[in-house]
């Protein structure tokens, strides 16, 4: 049974940054793909980032620049920092599992809010 749990989420002021991190639990297939996904109130789900098996990297063009995403494979961990907030960032960020890299991410966090005012 496959577990994320998300962190670092919070409260900061526009032009300041934070770190999330998710820690995975419950597989032990070591090619997965992972990524962070946002929802502000009323709008759709989107993708920030992802980052495969062999670190191949790719950010949403509104968080370019200015996230970035890296996994600690040995802790299972995978890592949000971002830097130059604004509150348009304000949102509920997931993250999500695809293990096997098969093309869906069929596992999902709890979610960790980020407000920017």
């Known amino acids: 049974h496959v577990q994320l749990v998300e962190s670092g989420g919070g409260s900061v002021q526009t032009g300041g940054s934070l770190r999330l991190s998710c820690t995975a639990s419950?597989?032990?297939?070591?090619?997965?793909?992972m990524a962070w996904f946002r929802q502000a109130p009323g709008k759709v789900r989107e993708g920030v980032a992802t980052?495969?098996?062999?670190?191949?990297?790719t950010y949403a063009d509104s968080v370019k620049d200015r996230f970035t995403i890296s996994r600690d494979n040995a802790k299972k961990t995978l890592y949000l920092n971002m830097n130059s907030l604004s509150p348009e960032d304000t949102a509920m960020y997931y993250c999500?599992?695809?293990?096997?890299?098969?093309?869906?991410?069929?596992?999902w966090g709890q979610g960790t809010q980020v407000t920017v005012s």
């Open positions: 980052i495969n098996s062999a670190n191949y990297i």
């Open positions: 999500a599992a695809d293990v096997g890299c098969t093309g869906t991410y069929w596992h």
């Open positions: 419950g597989y032990t297939n070591s090619t997965y793909c």
